[in-house]
DNA sequence: CCGAAATTCTATAGAACTATAGAAAATTGT
DNA sequence: ACAATTTTCTATAGTTCTATAGAATTTCGG
């Protein structure tokens, strides 16, 4: 039986089953897929697709699942670390663009399709995309009360608006794999940290410099 | 017929069924809508909603005309106004954010679901969509050339990352009515001048003062 | 109020899709 | 190599969907 014992034939094949999910629910929307072109991806018939999911439905959960899990420990991880504020923000937005580069086809699942699976389906879902935007929002409480940030900030804007900006690069990213992912991430962690107009800058010997910190 | 004379009527309905297609498109998604769902939103018969109609696949890019046209337009105005760059990109993010609110529908189905065009049905769309893009671009050009960014700025970078930040919140938008409009938009407009970090400003005497232009 | 044109309806062909059942094949432990 | 178990296959019932055809109804200018 494929219950959770330690059969590795399983387990590989299941796996297969998901991440062949992934990309077909990635490529074409989970309404626009069928089973049977995801069991063609895996290997094999239509009808044995049914011996890895209860349904077509269940699929799509297991795809979302396995898309937003990791990425919200290691986003765990990366809050709880000891590394100084900007360095935390960078790693932040470091590991929401890799993802998408390494597993983009379950994280793009998971951000478009999740809401077609019923509610229930939906909580573990919710609760680790929660999860993942309060650790994001923490780090933001944390550079305001360090003095890294101005005081004034909204941290549940900075957290939601980090995550627009990195999820409008993934779309590119998926589409171009051609796109410089270090650049990118330098920019963005910039952006959010200084914006766009020029900023002057206290120098060590107390004369003022522009800031140029990034010149492509 | 329905050609494109000046018959009250059909232009009526015809608006009407574009609007009820945008609506269960952005509903259900493109697949996972179905004719019988458009045609009842829009109190008619299955069958007839071919009357307005060649195929589901033109109602979706139909829809997807209807939702970016306009908002392109109103692009270009303040790209060609004569308002300062402040106020320009100011305007560009409350254009974005609220063409979610007014006809978040239709805009949200050409976002989330014009890659289900054939390639032939998207030229136009791709036109459109990198017009507005490149009169983005234009906005940031001139800030930089007018001394208001920094000249070291990536302006391809920098609209792409507006449009990502813009497009995340308009998903916020659509869900949560009781947001506050007003709110985001300047916080997203303080963001992409200013960043987080506290900012030192030359004040007119000479002297520095910590800006504090966004506190809550 | 008549006749033409526009709009909607009913009915259906034909295709595709999900999920299930039971047979067949492959794998594994002994 | 045998028997039990796991995995895959074939076949299909039952549903839903798109698109079309032709009939029926509504609208509207004169």
């Known amino acids: 039986m494929a219950t959770g014992t330690d059969n590795n034939r399983y387990r590989h094949q299941k796996q ?4 062949s999910a992934a990309s077909v629910f990635a490529e074409k929307g989970f ?16 009808g044995s697709l049914y011996y890895y999911f209860k349904s077509k439905e269940e699929a799509l959960g297991e795809v979302c699942l396995f898309g937003i899990e990791e990425y919200v420990l290691h986003m765990k991880k990366i809050a ?10 960078m790693a932040t937005i470091t590991s929401h663009l890799s993802s ?19 509610e229930d389906k939906r909580a573990k879902l919710k609760e680790l995309g929660s999860s993942y935007r309060q650790q994001l929002e923490a780090i933001f409480e944390e550079g305001a009360r360090t003095g ?25 990213i998926v589409r171009d794999p051609d796109l410089d992912l ?9 952006l959010v940290l200084n914006g766009f107009v020029e900023r002057r800058k206290k120098k060590r010997d107390g004369s003022e410099a522009v800031a140029t910190e990034n010149s492509q």
């Open 182 to 190: 270090f650049d990118i991430i330098q920019k963005c962690t910039d």
């Open 80 to 89: 709880t670390s000891d590394q100084p504020f900007e360095s935390k923000l």
């Open 100 to 118: 998408y580069r390494e597993r983009n086809e379950a994280l793009k699942v998971h951000n478009d399709e999740r809401l077609y699976l019923p």
């Open 31 to 46: 309404h626009g897929a069928s089973t049977k072109d995801i069991a063609e991806r895996m290997g094999i018939k239509q």
């Open 148 to 172: 890294a940030l101005r005081n004034s900030i909204d941290c549940h804007f900075a957290a939601q608006a980090v995550i627009g900006m990195c999820n409008g690069w993934g779309d590119n």
């Open 16 to 19: 297969l089953a998901i991440r």
